[in-house]
């Protein structure tokens, strides 16, 4: 590997493309790529999402870093974070739609 990436660089004019291409560490920042790694990230960590529901805020970087570790630390971290947190706001979103905001059944 590191034979590979010194000759990668060495040969190119301009090193950093094809430092990128030897590496294989483009960095993952489509929404649609990140919304498949935090649909499963939240799918394999229900705990966590109801931790950083509840309000804990060490709950959302411990997802990041599971994100991270998913994409093999290729996703924009800060992307993650944001998609994240607009996952958990348009569940909580949906919760607060089902009932009404009088805290009543529904029923008039």
Not at 35 to 44: D, F, L
Not at 59 to 76: D, H, T, W, Y
């Amino acid at each position: 590997m590191a034979k590979q990436t010194f000759e990668a660089m060495y040969r190119a004019p301009d090193p950093e493309p094809a430092l990128t291409a030897a590496k294989g560490s483009s960095q993952i920042s489509g929404d649609a790529e990140l919304a498949g790694i935090v649909e499963q990230v939240i799918a394999e960590n229900e705990k966590s999402v109801a931790d950083f529901k509840a309000g804990k805020a060490q709950a959302l970087k411990f997802l990041i870093g599971q994100a991270m570790k998913l994409s093999k630390g290729r996703a924009n971290p800060q992307r993650l974070e944001a998609q994240l947190k607009r996952e958990n706001l348009l569940v909580e979103a949906d919760r607060w739609r089902a009932r009404p905001w009088w805290g009543g059944s529904g029923a008039y």
